[in-house]
């Protein structure tokens, strides 16, 4: 094992039944006080993952480490570990202050600790002025700090978060997620935040485990799964709009054998504007315009073209009119994609 990592999956199986497997022989390492998202669509695998490492669900086959040491037939509440879930899973009947003092009477910690770590905590996730109040008079940003709190309060050494956001409304999301990354700097632990937002993979996580039908399709840094998508699948799915994906005739010729098709994102493309020719470097496509949108200091752009819609994200501030236009990339924003959908390297030779 490697000595940084702080838990560690090895050849995990787990099937419901004689049914097929939904995870199927997975190795993950997660490195110590990482802030690791598990991300993917729904029915992926990234929360059955989550409640094993949780201890939640037991495993078909394989192992669960944590510090080097197997967990697999160690109980949910022995493995050190901290749970969020999407539903918050309060006591109603318990004011805000038992909620979070609740696991550490189960811990045997002593009243003067208790007291101590209860107002450490509510300062902490802005709760102080709201410790006398029942769940049922909070709203859902403040009961979702309570169950943050609930955890941080027991000083786990892993953080599991199940979807904790999916039911706040966008404002709160936003703020919430800006909370957690200060979380995760004060307290210096391991997150493994399981969504399907990339936009909350993207802007929390220090490491991205993106998957797909209980498969790992990448694990990387947010700044290199974008950058450098593994597969078509994960070109797809991470990016706002995500990567342009069109066959490899749309390069005119200029892929070699080997590539099926090409992809570059919307904002590495412009648009040409009237009387506008291509850079030498570029290749051009036709496209005309099927919807434009506003995005403050940027504009996107839907292309309808013969090889499929084409989004294009421009800085910029005026709108062009609705037409045609062609769509220019240079040849080194181009991404080039095996017959097995496996990123094959960037850029193309103009010829």
Do not use: W
């Amino acid at each position: 094992m490697n000595q940084m990592e702080k838990i560690t999956l090895k050849g995990i199986t787990k099937a419901y039944g004689k049914n097929p497997p939904v995870i199927e022989d997975l190795n993950l390492g997660i490195e110590e006080g990482s802030f690791t998202v598990l991300l993917g669509p729904s029915g992926c695998g990234k929360s059955t993952v989550l409640r094993m490492i949780a201890g939640l669900e037991k495993t078909t086959a394989g192992d669960v480490l944590i510090d080097g040491v197997s967990v697999r037939d160690v109980e949910p509440g022995d493995r050190n570990i901290a749970m969020v879930f999407q539903n918050y899973a309060l006591y109603p009947t318990m004011s805000v202050r038992d909620n979070i003092e609740f696991g550490l009477k189960n811990m045997k910690v002593g009243k003067d600790e208790r007291n101590a770590r209860i107002a450490e905590v509510a300062e902490m996730v802005g709760l102080t002025e709201y410790l006398s109040r029942k769940p049922a008079n909070l709203s859902g940003g403040q009961r979702q700090r309570v169950a943050l709190a609930r955890a941080i309060v027991k000083k786990p050494a892993v953080f599991l978060m199940d979807e904790p956001l999916s039911n706040l409304d966008a404002k709160l999301r936003t703020q919430i997620r800006t909370d957690l990354i200060e979380l995760h700097q004060r307290l210096k632990t391991t997150f493994v935040y399981v969504t399907h937002d990339q936009v909350e993979a993207m802007s929390m996580g220090t490491d991205i485990v993106l998957m797909d039908q209980g498969r790992i399709q990448q694990q990387a840094a947010p700044a290199d799964i974008y950058a450098k998508p593994a597969n078509v699948f994960t070109a797809r799915f991470i990016g706002s709009p995500p990567m342009n994906i069109v066959p490899a005739e749309a390069a005119h010729g200029q892929t070699p054998d080997f590539v099926s098709k090409v992809g570059f994102r919307p904002e590495r493309a412009r648009l040409l504007r009237k009387g506008e020719g291509t850079a030498a470097d570029e290749i051009r496509i036709d496209g005309s315009m099927l919807a434009r949108e506003m995005l403050g200091d940027q504009i996107q752009y839907k292309m309808d073209t013969d090889d499929g819609v084409v989004f294009v994200k421009e800085f910029a501030t005026d709108m062009l009119d609705y037409g045609s236009y062609q769509i220019a990339v240079r040849l080194s924003d181009i991404a080039c994609f095996d017959m097995q959908g496996k990123l094959a390297g960037f850029g193309l030779k103009k010829e």
